[in-house]
């Protein structure tokens, strides 16, 4: 099974950008479609963004234009490219298998990266 540990957060102020990473050790994901999530306190966890095997995207509303997603299959990575960012965006972000999220009866999660966005 595939390990995941996302990066790149931090405190950034409202219209900053962020890079973040997720990095597979293990099994490739490669072929697999592969997703960023988040959660923010006391709030259901949201879809940001996904990325198939192929490398078409798909984007949640409350991202699109602002946001982009992106994957090194050579680096087993994925990353997302977060730009004009707002404190709406406030949350710890997580990656993973597009398929295990929908399919799995116990999606297992990383620790995710926190990214906090100031006013």
């Known amino acids: 099974q595939v390990r995941l540990e996302e990066s790149g957060g931090g405190l950034v102020q409202s219209g900053g950008s962020l890079r973040l990473s997720c990095v597979g050790s293990g099994r490739s994901f490669s072929t697999y479609a592969m997703g960023w999530f988040r959660q923010a306190s006391g709030i259901e966890r949201e879809l940001v963004g996904a990325i198939s095997w192929s490398g078409s995207t798909y984007y949640g509303d409350a991202v699109k234009g602002r946001f982009t997603i992106s994957r090194d299959s050579a680096k087993n990575a994925v990353y997302l490219q977060m730009n004009s960012l707002k404190p709406e965006d406030t949350a710890v972000y997580y990656c993973?298998?597009?398929?295990?999220?929908?399919?799995?009866?116990?999606?297992?999660w990383g620790q995710g990266t926190q990214v906090t966005v100031s006013s």
């Open positions: 993973n298998r597009v398929s295990s999220v929908t399919n799995d009866k116990n999606p297992v």
